[in-house]
């Protein structure tokens, strides 16, 4: 077994078929006996997608003509990873990334060459890479040139946030323990973690682990979720008999968040269009022996789910972008397209329209995404209140982020937290 080769494999099904890296890894790494192993193809995965762009343009810089055969193509981007990124020594990373191109042979030689003639050339190629924007920021031209616009003068630590590592962050569940006692018990698991500064659940872990390493993590004491994200249920102001509508819910995360918060809510809805994704949402409930009405629904078309009893508030954590995790998700900066852009916008605004007349009167909805783009975010607010007369903004006061004409933006990396807008309206008639 070449883990290389499975590496490519995994690479393939992102850049040439459209999936996710998750989804990819998803089909491969179980079939991988050995832990170091499957941790080996993953960090090669992530490592060459997080640098797509600067590997592509050096790649571009050694051959006469381009690559045709997408796995070969792959296999040299990986053996550049290997050589510039990580600690992999020059004549494995180059020997065994040529041995699994297996049967094909011919490529071999040209694999050979491309590697070699880096390690020849590689002070030069860095600096043409410095000069090429798309392959100094790692960022495909139209995600660079709409940050930018949007973010003139904070683009440059977003694009380097981006193409840096995120921290595991873990949410405490307070109706179990507390923050102190948990990290208490990390540390007596020789895992060293601190607080969060803004989420008092949240818990940032010096180095990542493996979540059955967690102490509680089975029995739903400790979950994985950024600090940012944790700040969507302590803006719901729930209380006791609440109805609250979770809608995109799956996986889960903040649905178990808004019941570990309140255990007097009078019900829970999450709604999820895509049933296998709500499988997840039942597996994260049973974890923490929680409950809540599972739907699977559309919630452009809440007649075919609602009973038609108003929700006193409700969580739309609207599909998007994902601008704002790209750090976590770096195969967004390949599957997102910048023809995408319009019509994510037009589903979050129907979206909007769709459920607002689910809220009762009094009611408040938090709109949530992880994106930093201004359309997704406080323009799309700007517009839906302008439509409907009764959608009143809630501020939200706080220390993290920065107040937006509507709403709040966290942008990638900001307090160490993943890009975030969050924004509240309360249903005045």
């Not at 050995?34 to 193809?41: E, I, L, M």
């Not at 323990?177 to 698991?189: I, K, M, Q, V, W």
């Not at 909805?365 to 209140?385: G, H, P, W």
Request: aromatic share 6%.
């Amino acid at each position: 077994m070449n883990t290389r080769a499975l590496a490519a494999n995994a690479l393939v099904r992102v850049v040439a078929d459209g999936k996710s890296l998750t989804e990819a890894l998803e089909e491969i790494l179980p079939d991988i006996p050995q832990d170091n192993d499957r941790a080996f193809v993953q960090a090669l995965c992530f490592g060459v997608v997080r640098w797509y762009y600067r590997l592509d343009y050096i790649l571009s810089q050694l051959v006469a003509k381009p690559i045709r055969d997408e796995e070969v193509r792959l296999l040299a981007m990986l053996g550049l990873y290997q050589l510039e990124y990580t600690r992999v020594k020059p004549h494995a990373a180059v020997s065994e990334t040529v041995s699994a191109l297996g049967h094909k042979t011919w490529a071999k030689p040209l694999l050979n060459g491309v590697l070699r003639n880096f390690q020849r050339q590689r002070e030069r190629l860095l600096a043409l890479a410095e000069i090429d924007e798309c392959a100094l920021w790692s960022h495909p031209a139209w995600l660079l040139g709409k940050i930018r616009r949007n973010w003139p003068r904070q683009c440059q630590e977003i694009f380097e946030q981006a193409n840096r590592q995120p921290p595991m962050t873990l949410r405490v569940n307070l109706s179990q323990t507390n923050r102190r006692a948990y990290l208490e018990t990390l540390e007596r698991a020789g895992i060293a973690a601190y607080p969060c500064q803004f989420a008092e659940s949240g818990i940032t872990l010096d180095n990542p682990v493996p979540v059955q390493s967690l102490p509680g993590f089975a029995e739903g004491g400790v979950s994985v979720q950024d600090e940012a994200a944790q700040l969507a249920a302590g803006l719901l102001e729930l209380d006791s008999g609440q109805r609250v509508l979770d809608v995109c819910a799956a996986p889960g995360g903040k649905t178990l968040h808004i019941l570990e918060s309140r255990s007097d809510l009078g019900e829970v809805v999450a709604l999820d269009i895509a049933a296998e994704r709500l499988v997840k949402v039942g597996e994260n409930l049973a974890r923490a022996g929680l409950s809540a009405t599972v739907v699977c629904g559309d919630a452009l078309h809440s007649a075919k789910w609602w009973d038609g009893r108003p929700f006193d508030r409700i969580l739309l954590d609207a599909p998007c972008s994902a601008t704002g995790v790209i750090r976590r998700h770096p195969d967004i900066k390949l599957l997102r397209k910048s023809a995408d852009m319009a019509k994510l916008v037009d589903v979050q605004r129907r979206i909007l329209d769709s459920v607002w007349p689910l809220l009762a009167s009094g009611g408040l909805m938090v709109y949530a995404t992880c994106s930093i783009l201004k359309d997704e975010n406080e323009a799309q607010i700007a517009a839906f209140r302008s439509s409907h007369p009764a959608a009143m903004d809630r501020p939200i006061e706080a220390g993290w982020g920065s107040p937006r004409p509507h709403g709040r933006q966290i942008l990638s990396g900001e307090d160490g937290m993943d890009g975030f807008y969050y924004a509240r309206l309360v249903k005045s008639f």
